[in-house]
């Protein structure tokens, strides 16, 4: 019987499934390299509070609350 051995895909954001470099998963991610939250999903500052870690941000979450993007706004 074969077995199969499917790899977690971490370069994936683990919210919305968009692609997290490398880069931004060693820097914002968790201590395995997780993108829990990323840009696409997420606001900056909550990024900056720890949400692409997987904590818990002050800072309202703009896919729970249309219009606050935590202290960012688009024209």
Known sequence: MAVSRQRADHSRCGYCGSHASRRFRRVYGDANKRA?????????????????????AETPDPQENPGRSGGRWSA
């Open 36 to 56: 829990h939250r990323c840009p696409d999903c997420d606001s900056w500052p909550r990024i900056a509070e720890g949400s692409a870690a997987g904590h818990d």
